[in-house]
């Protein structure tokens, strides 16, 4: 059965104080692994998508990268805006597989 | 990238009853997909809505409580029918080219007496 793991389920952090996210998965037919945004009340945000191990992708004061069984999405001297639930998707040629999420707090 | 829209944004239902819930692409996209979101939970896929014939449902979700349509490239519906409690959910709806690019509408927070 396909899999997404994410950790930790919570990460609280100070302005400035740079993290990691962890997605771990197992999905038969891998064809891409992708990052998403979702702030309170409303849908996810589209941030990243990620084909092959090696490959990483940055937007802002984010950075994703991806090896064979796992992703990691980093945050760099994160903001207060950067408070969000960040959610990992895995997809074959079905259907995308969501984690649980990681609910990032970023205090001033 | 597509900008989905969702109507209603959020409905307070009675048990029994039937919401259907509405979702609206600015562009034409292949694929058209319905999730549910419980408090807390990530996204579990509900069903992929397929233009002009039925619906490809998750295991675990059946036609008869999760009714889709999906007349055009543009537009699908989803029925929740019957409704319980345990139906209190967020419901979206995603949509794109293919399976990888998915974008997401704002959802319908749907609560259930």
């Known amino acids: 059965e396909d899999q997404v793991t994410q950790s930790p389920e919570a990460l609280r952090l100070q302005e400035g104080e740079s993290s990691s996210l962890n997605c771990s998965y197992t999905?038969?037919?891998?064809?891409?692994l992708f990052w998403y945004r979702q702030d309170p009340g409303k849908g996810p945000e589209f941030l990243f998508t990620?084909?092959?191990a090696g490959e990483e992708k940055e937007k802002e004061r984010l950075k994703a990268t991806l090896t064979k069984k796992e992703s990691f999405l980093h945050i760099t001297a994160p903001k207060p805006e950067d408070s969000a639930t960040y959610l990992c998707?895995?997809?074959?040629?079905?259907?995308?597989?969501f984690g649980a999420g990681t609910t990032v707090t970023v205090r001033a | 990238s597509a900008v989905i829209s969702q109507k209603p944004s959020r409905d307070i239902c009675q048990r029994g009853t039937s919401l259907t819930i509405q979702c609206q692409v600015d562009?034409?996209?292949?694929?058209m997909f319905w999730y549910r979101q419980q408090p807390g939970q990530s996204l579990t896929l509900i069903a992929t809505?397929?233009?002009?014939?039925?619906?490809?449902?998750e295991s675990g979700f059946v036609i008869d409580k999760f009714p889709i349509s999906r007349p055009n490239l543009t537009f699908s519906t989803l029925t929740v029918s019957n409704m319980s409690p345990e139906d209190s959910s967020i419901y979206l709806c995603?949509?794109?080219?293919?399976?990888?690019?998915?974008?997401f509408g704002p959802g319908t927070r749907l609560t259930v007496l």
């Open positions: 995603s949509a794109g080219l293919h399976t990888d690019t998915q974008y």
């Open positions: 999905v038969s037919g891998l064809r891409g």
């Open positions: 990620l084909y092959s």
């Open positions: 998707a895995a997809s074959n040629d079905y259907k995308l597989s």
């Open positions: 562009s034409q996209v292949t694929m």
């Open positions: 809505a397929n233009q002009g014939s039925e619906a490809t449902y």
